[in-house]
């Protein structure tokens, strides 16, 4: 026990003894001798707050405090931290059950409570308050101020600390004091005045102020209760802030006059402290002045001016030299808005003022100013001046919100009523949290300066703001921090715009323009009120920026949902289509969705990069990747790499999805069931104009822009020597396609077998020799070792330089830039790299592998025409297997069997090859009828390029010209084949009528349309065959049943088929037309029903045929002119009601060609009575019906048509 004693002696001596080196220190004006007694003042003082706190117990406890300096919180304490001079504190009890709770630290602090930020003149006073010692200065926050505690010394026995936040540049903590402090000194009780003061009342005092020229008062004293109070102003020229005082009705309890002080000595501004609404006051020694830039005048203070609590008994009325007259007693008129402001209408609501006190239960931005109050209001101190405050707040904070805007129903996302208040209103602190501050993410430390310029420059109204700091965060989620950092996206400076602002800037300019800019004092001392947050229309989202994942998930969603077999296959064709042909149908179709097809619009943003696996170009953002497809401008290709790494922002795009779907539908009964679909898969990209889009470059710390371009870089071959760049000019002629290549291995370099390669190749011209960099530029170039030889050279890139596929465009001048300074950088390597026959045919003696480390830079940009094939190339017999280029609007793209494998067609479906087929109308100039051309794309260029879509403008470049064993010209895809899109599928559909002609215009040579329309006359029926065939392999179905031998099909379903050849004359010519199916209902003048009840009347017998003359019919062997059946369709052909005049909308039944020429006219006999007539007649044309509709008649043919 003597131990223990003697333990503790020790100990409280040590404490002691540390106590009072601390406190002459620390305390101690400087220069001075140790001041013992006040070193005993400090110690009783902590001794007697200690017993206050209801510590009974033994004093051993405060052994365990330690004394702290301002200097040791700023520099040692690097967490959040509380303190209590007790043993336990209820609140901090409360408050630690929670993990967010403060850390509790046993120190002692002591300082000086001040509003001057140090050693420095009164004028840089503020209004804010700070603890000061020997060691420095730390700003704090104190609830209940009493003036009287300026410049005295304390104990302060309850506070928490907090280090700089991120955002804090001033890179100072601060303090909460959270109880009373305690004075070491006793404080000088301040007398009552020793005779009443005079003081002027609110109504008196307005009557002055309007009257001033009539009554001199100098610096008279004003009394009332504290009815507003504004914001603490801050400008960097002044700061202040406008108390109003207030009279009330005894009668009504009601506030009947009220008079206006603005406050901005810098001595006074701490009176913001103290002021509560609701208390009375008198403020001494005022005068009247004018406001600077203002017509109206307003009580202030002066320096000698003085604020104390009013009590009755020391104040009186003021006497004046005369009593007012009853005029002058009318109330003064307060300063009002301009009257030449229009009123709104419609729309715009009134925002309701109030006052509201609250606990603040959320951070929802705090760089934006925006809280969450009792779980259900938003609260909104952005359009303050609220960084002393944001320091303060945070989640357990008790406020009191005085003349406070409630905002409901503000639209752009935001559900909740908004509190928000301006210039004339005032957020007072009444309660500390005792939580800790939360995770300060880089978004709220760099965005700070993008929020308030959003405020005070751009002027945004709260409903456009609330909506726009969602819309960073947006941003911020897709692009930061990998894509973007955050302080490159958010960081805003005076002339220099943050990219997340140049971003928002259209979108901003077209939801709310320009306003005038915010006046503080019109702001406070203007009625009625008139401020940013007054009048507010309900906003309608204006756009959202979602990351690339969620819209290719969403084009994804919705291409799957639209996807509709029978709408792909209409049900008057799919009824007649087999098995195989209804699933190659639904092979592919495609989707296009525009930012306005969303709700709210999108806007598309992402960097720019290009793939060196893929070869395309893709945007890119936090999310993910898509492909995109992008034109400088209509027929202008992309051509400079320096794209790359650029932010691209589009309002106007198209989001291409093309659906992919593997299906076994047996037919088409059974296209409702899902369950038939055994394969889909979608390819999703984006097509858009860089005209229509915002390109920005985004900053980054690199040497040289040529590395903003660089593809993927791989370790140099050359570690050792100078890295001097070299770099050479070449003329771009050719480019090939980009497809799996075979691609050469020196012999010797790998045991492995060599696999194709993703690659192509490029043919063009050396126009210089190699430039070495000198500087910041190109030295001259080096002479040519062979001025007299060819200087054409092909160009192989492989691996990752087929990043630069997409900025490879003919007639466009490149320079290739090589890291290192070897001489045999540019050397080409001769024709062992690939085989000779390739150069010839490029025209090119030698070539060269562009390495992956090498970059490409646009030198010039030429506007050149591209080499177009003639018509007669295209279409004429003399050019066969040879390679032509033009360019077309492709019409259609199916899914098909190649050609070559239709030609060894075994009835194997199976073993088909697909391929895609384009049917293009080729562009030619002074054409009025283009003619049509097929274009099939076989492995290995399937998948085929981005952009191939009907309505889409596209230059082919050497295709491989064909002509099918029906003399029809096609072309096929290979490997030198260029594709470049040269504008996308119109927006808008609209179909144009097919032309009316003469049929004889289509015996001319010259331009006629591939699809037309014509009246005409039916001749006869030449041939007609109904049949029923099995859906899976088209063999003749009697009775329902399939008659293939040897093998079952798989399904027993059967569709009907129906063939037509008529024969028709509009009195220029003849044509023989070709119906199939519904066209044949349509031709025999049947009904639905009545079609329906002849084609079940076939089923039986599987099928009919007939063949006809000009007099009555020939029948197949499998037919007797005695059936009901044969009889019948005899009768129907041959009846009036089928030779007819009809309109006959049809296409050729060859496409455009001059492989072989039209016949010649014929000599034909005619029989008229008994006349026999020899004529010329033109060839009969063959065409394909499109459709037969019936004549219609003028009104007063009527009649006699129907006759």
């Known amino acids: 026990m003597a131990a223990c004693r003697a333990q503790a002696s020790c100990s409280k001596e040590a404490w002691l003894e540390a106590a009072h080196t601390f406190i002459q220190e620390t305390l101690c004006p400087a220069g001075q001798e140790p001041n013992i007694q006040l070193t005993k003042l400090v110690i009783d003082c902590v001794k007697t707050t200690w017993l206050s706190q209801g510590n009974t117990g033994s004093i051993q406890l405060l052994l365990s405090f330690s004394f702290v300096s301002v200097q040791n919180l700023r520099t040692h304490q690097q967490l959040p931290c509380c303190s209590h001079l007790s043993p336990s504190s209820s609140a901090h009890e409360d408050a630690g059950r929670n993990w967010k709770s403060l850390h509790r630290e046993h120190l002692l602090l002591l300082g000086t409570l001040t509003d001057l930020p140090g050693d420095l003149e009164t004028k840089c006073r503020d209004g804010s308050l700070y603890v000061r010692d020997n060691t420095g200065v730390l700003g704090c926050e104190l609830i209940d101020l009493d003036l009287s505690w300026l410049g005295h010394l304390f104990l302060f026995p309850s506070w928490s600390y907090f ?271 005792h939580q800790k501050l939360g995770f300060q993410t880089s978004l709220q430390v760099f965005g700070s300066s993008l929020y308030a310029h959003l405020v005070w420059e751009n002027q945004l109204g709260l409903p456009l703001y609330l909506w726009t700091t969602k819309a960073v965060e947006e941003l911020a989620f897709k692009l930061c921090p990998f894509t973007l950092r955050y302080h490159q996206f958010l960081k805003h400076s005076p002339g220099n715009p943050s990219l997340g602002l140049q971003l928002l800037a259209p979108t901003l300019a077209l939801a709310q323009p320009s306003t005038c800019v915010r006046n503080a004092h019109s702001e406070i001392l203007e009625e009625p009120h008139d401020c940013p947050l007054q009048e507010y229309a309900r906003l309608k989202t204006p756009c ?127 296209l409702d069931m899902a369950g038939f679909i055994q394969n889909r898969q979608a390819r999703v990209y984006i097509q858009l104009f860089l005209a229509d889009a915002l390109i920005l470059p985004v900053p980054r710390p690199t040497l040289h822009s040529a590395t903003l371009t660089a593809p993927p870089q791989t370790e140099s071959p050359h570690p050792e020597g100078p890295h001097i760049r070299q770099s050479r000019l070449f003329l771009l002629s050719h480019k090939e396609a980009l497809m799996m290549r075979n691609s050469y291995v020196p012999q010797g370099t790998s045991s492995e077998i060599p696999q194709p390669t993703l690659s192509f190749h490029v043919s063009g011209t050396w126009l210089t020799g190699t430039q070495r960099e000198e500087g910041n530029q190109w030295g001259p170039p080096e002479a040519l070792r062979d001025e007299n030889k060819d200087q054409k050279i092909l160009l192989i890139f492989l691996g990752s330089s087929v990043y630069w596929f997409e900025f490879l465009h003919p007639g466009q001048v490149y320079r290739l830039v090589a890291p290192s300074a070897f001489t045999t950088a540019f050397e080409a390597e001769g024709s062992s790299c690939v085989s000779q026959h390739p150069l010839e045919l490029a025209g090119c003696v030698s070539c060269l592998t562009v390495q992956d480390e090498w970059t490409l830079e646009l030198e010039s940009s030429r506007n050149t025409l591209l080499p177009q094939s003639s018509l007669t190339q295209l279409l004429s017999d003399n050019f066969i297997n040879i390679l032509v280029s033009f360019s077309a609007e492709i019409l259609s793209r199916t899914v098909c069997e190649s050609p070559l494998a239709c030609r060894r067609k075994c009835g194997n479906t199976k073993a088909m090859r697909r391929c895609v087929k384009l049917t293009v109308a080729l562009q030619i100039a002074d054409c009025e009828f283009p003619p049509y051309l097929d274009i099939y794309i076989e492995d290995p260029h399937l998948p085929p390029p981005l952009g191939l879509l009907p309505g889409a403008q596209v230059y082919f470049s050497q295709l491989e010209k064909r002509v099918s064993r029906s003399n ?236």
Request: with cysteine; aromatic share 8%.
């Open 163 to 433: 280090p700089p936040a991120k955002w804090n540049s001033s890179g100072r903590g601060h303090l909460e004091l959270w109880d009373t402090p305690v004075p070491v000194f006793p404080l000088a009780i301040t007398p009552g005045p020793l005779t009443p003061i005079p003081v002027l009342y609110p109504e008196m005092a307005s009557c002055l102020l309007r009257h001033r020229s009539k009554f001199k008062i100098v610096k008279p004293n004003l009394a009332g209760k504290l009815v507003r109070l504004s914001a603490l102003v801050r400008s960097e020229k002044t700061a202040y802030f406008v108390l109003s005082l207030g009279e009330t009705s005894p009668a009504t309890s009601q506030t009947v006059s009220q008079v206006s002080i603005i406050v901005q000595i810098p001595a006074q501004l701490v009176w913001h402290h103290v002021l509560r609404p609701d208390k009375a006051y008198v403020l001494t020694g005022l005068r009247i002045s004018k406001i600077r830039g203002h017509s109206y005048y307003i009580w202030t203070t002066s320096p000698s001016s003085h604020l104390m609590l009013l009590k009755p008994e020391s104040v009186q009325t003021v006497e004046l030299e005369r009593p007012f007259l009853e005029a002058e007693l009318n109330p003064c008129p307060m300063p009002s808005k301009s009257p030449d402001k229009k009123e709104h209408k419609g729309l715009v609501r009134k925002s309701k003022l109030l006052h509201y006190v609250g606990t603040v239960t959320g951070v929802l931005n705090e760089a934006a100013g925006l809280y969450e109050l009792d779980g259900q209001l938003v609260l909104c101190l952005a359009y303050q001046q609220f960084h002393g405050l944001q320091r303060v707040i945070r989640p357990g904070v008790h406020l009191e919100l005085k003349d406070v805007h409630l905002l409901q129903s503000v639209g752009g996302g935001t559900t909740r009523p908004v509190l928000a208040p301006c210039f004339r209103g005032a957020v007072l602190l009444r309660g500390f949290s």
């Open 544 to 670: 959202s920026f979602p990351t690339l994942a969620t819209l290719k998930e969403e084009g994804q969603l919705r291409a799957w949902a639209s996807f509709d077999p029978k709408a792909l296959v209409p049900l008057l064709n799919a009824a007649y289509l087999p098995s195989f042909e209804l699933n190659r149908c639904l092979a592919w179709s495609w989707l296009c969705l525009l930012p306005c097809t969303f709700d709210p619009a999108q806007v598309l943003l992402g960097v720019l990069e290009a793939s060196s696996r893929k070869g395309c170009l893709q945007l890119r953002d936090q999310s993910g990747s898509l492909p995109c497809l992008l034109l400088a401008k209509r027929s202008q290709p992309v051509t400079d790499p320096q794209l790359i790494g650029c932010l691209v922002r589009a309002e106007r795009f198209q989001l291409i999805i093309e659906r992919h779907v593997t299906s076994n539908f047996p037919s088409w009964k059974e």
């Open 968 to 1203: 029809n010209v096609y072309c096929c895809f290979r490997s030198s084949t260029y594709v470049q899109v040269l504008g996308f599928p119109s927006e808008t559909t609209i179909s144009a009528p097919l032309p009316h002609i003469y049929l004889a215009e289509l015996l001319r040579g010259g331009q006629t349309p591939f699809q037309a329309s014509a009246s005409c006359h039916v001749v006869c029926i030449i041939s007609l065959q109904l049949l029923w065939v099995c859906a899976h392999c088209t063999s003749i179905c009697p009775q329902g049943k399939c008659s293939r031998q040897g093998h079952a099909c798989p399904t027993q379903a059967s569709v009907s088929q129906a063939s037509l050849r008529l024969l028709v004359e509009d009195g220029t010519a003849e044509a023989m037309v070709t119906c199939k199916n519904h066209h044949v209902a349509a031709a025999l003048r049947l009904g639905p029903s009545e079609w329906t009840s002849l084609l079940e009347s076939v089923r039986e017998p599987g099928s009919v045929a007939l063949q006809f003359r000009e007099l009555g019919a020939q029948l197949e062997s499998s037919a007797s002119i005695q059936e009901p059946l044969t009889l019948f369709l005899w009768t129907l052909c041959t009846s009036p009601s089928v030779l007819r005049s009809i309109v006959l909308s049809f296409e050729l039944e060859k496409k455009s060609s001059n492989i072989t020429p039209l016949e010649s006219s014929r000599l034909q006999q005619f029989h008229c009575g008994e006349l026999q007539l020899l004529t010329r007649v033109n060839p009969r044309l063959r065409l394909v019906c499109l459709s037969i509709e019936e004549p219609e008649y003028p009104s007063s043919l009527g009649a006699f048509a129907s006759s």
